[in-house]
């Protein structure tokens, strides 16, 4: 509607009315994409035409969904993924309609104020016809069938994974600890389990034998093997302790004198290379770069530590080893106890 001035002094208004064409007539008539919020019980339908104005909003009720779709014209149903879009998604297609699901995550940014079913509608239909926007495909029942597969065995990994570290943290046996006042308070004031170091005094860190290193608040742990790799002892340290600090605990928990120590340069000490000289024991030791005494080892023999890298891969393969889940050392070396006695099988079986 627009203003034309009067020529004779009488004031008249004059309508006029927009040529509408025939493909604009077409566009607002017919509906291009449906935008479907699906719920349990009331679905939110939300129409719009290709220039984006809305057409229809209803809600419909799961039993009266299907057949509304089947008297539409052939569309984009585009429909937010969840857990039942997978289904809907197969029985729209039957109806001969273009399903598009899209994560939940890119419908977000379209949500206007005042959030509910018809806005979520709306946005479905507004982000389906963006350019760039990335859909979910389709899944059949049998894929869905091994996904639900996969994540029961996945719970039930981590249930189990529960189950023994608290089994292996009950310290009902530990003698060490007063279970409700048994010794005696004159025996808990002077004869305290803590350390009299600084770094032991907070929050039980010594029971825990974790420490600061450049990999953050960790644990090292020791390994002694035979010759095929195979682990006899373990020893746990914090993670700021140098390495050569487990060799005393290590050494002597051989069941007899191996001809020769592999190991690396964290061990290159003189104090070490003398008590291994003193027992007999060949040292295949590599020097430490900043030795002013440089050392020959056989380099040949020193290739055969490799076993012991990949024993400590194929324990890494246990989520509870690679990742230090338990709050005490002990509960720590009881699932490596455990991951241990697993890779011990193989060799028995082949024996």
């Known amino acids: ?64 969904l299907l057949p509304f779709l089947s008297q539409q014209s052939r569309c984009i149903v585009a429909i937010e993924a969840c857990a039942s879009a997978h289904f809907w998604e197969r029985a729209i297609q ?16 379209f949500v206007k104020r005042q959030k509910d ?46 189950l023994v570290n608290a089994l292996l943290g009950d310290r009902s046996c530990d003698p060490s600890r007063d279970h409700g006042g048994q010794r005696p308070l004159q025996h808990r004031q ?13 929050r039980g860190t010594h029971r825990r034998a974790l420490g600061r290193s450049r990999g953050g608040f960790t644990s090292k742990l ?37 001809d020769a120590l592999l190991a690396d340069k964290g061990f290159d000490a003189a104090a070490i290379r003398a008590d291994l000289a003193e027992r007999k024991i060949k040292a295949v030791i590599p020097g430490r770069s900043n030795r002013r005494v440089k050392i020959e080892n056989d380099r040949v023999l020193y ?11 194929h324990l890494k393969i246990n989520r509870a080893i690679a990742t230090r889940y338990d709050q005490l050392a002990n509960s720590f070396l009881g699932m490596v106890h455990i991951a241990t006695a697993r890779f011990w099988l193989k060799f028995v079986h082949a024996a």
């Open 1 to 64: 509607m627009e203003w034309i001035p009067p020529t004779d002094g009488i004031e008249c208004a004059n309508v006029m009315f927009p040529n509408i064409t025939a493909e604009e007539k077409t566009s607002m008539g017919e509906v291009s994409i449906i935008g479907l919020n699906l719920a349990k019980r009331v679905f939110q339908v939300h129409g719009a035409c290709p220039n984006g104005r809305a057409l229809l909003r209803k809600k419909l009720s799961r039993g009266q």
């Open 303 to 313: 290739k055969q530590r490799n076993r012991i890298e990949r024993m400590f891969g």
């Open 117 to 162: 079913d018809a806005a979520d509608a709306e946005a479905i239909a507004e982000a389906a016809v963006r350019p760039n926007m990335r859909f979910v495909a389709l899944k059949s029942p049998e894929q869905q069938a091994g996904a639900m597969v996969f994540r029961t065995r996945d719970l039930l990994v981590r249930q189990r994974t529960q």
């Open 190 to 202: 002077y004869h305290s389990s803590r350390p009299c170091l600084g770094s032991g005094r907070k």
């Open 222 to 258: 020791h390994c002694l093997t035979d010759a095929l790799g195979r682990p006899l002892a373990f020893h746990l340290t914090v993670g700021e302790a140098a390495d050569c600090k487990a060799y005393g605990a290590l050494i002597g928990l051989a069941e007899r004198t191996p």
């Open 94 to 109: 039957e109806l001969g309609h273009e399903v598009r699901l899209i994560p939940p995550i890119y419908v977000k940014p």
